[in-house]
């Protein structure tokens, strides 16, 4: 099953992908609301736009080289990340590392980073 959700992403048997420096997917990960609050996450305004801003850029980026986005994100955080950003980024694959058989190589082409000028 693994193999055929990232069927479509491989190039030459290569998955390239999109990383979440680490400190921003735990400030993801911390910022999840629980499903009684009726939320997605509890960002502050200036970090979502930031994120969004960030990720977009290397969306961008990864459809002028030819190549699909697709980001890989802790599985706690997958599926509300997923939905949060298909509001604003259109044509991400958000992936989880489970998704990922472990015969497949992975290539990280860019890393999103908010907390740098």
């Known amino acids: 099953m693994a193999r055929s959700i990232i069927k479509p992403y491989l190039i030459d048997g290569v998955l390239n992908i999109l990383i979440i420096e680490k400190s921003v997917e735990e400030a993801i990960i911390n910022s999840m609301q629980s499903q009684e609050q009726g939320g997605l996450f509890s960002f502050d305004l200036s970090f979502s736009q930031r994120f969004i801003e960030r990720l977009g850029n290397e969306v961008k980026r990864a459809i002028l080289q030819n190549v699909q986005p697709v980001l890989l994100v802790h599985p706690a955080i997958r599926s509300r990340l997923r939905r949060f950003l298909e509001r604003y980024i259109q044509g991400i ?25």
């Open 93 to 117: 694959t958000v992936i989880s590392h489970n998704e990922i058989p472990p015969n497949i190589k992975i290539q990280t082409i860019g890393v999103i980073k908010v907390y740098e000028n």
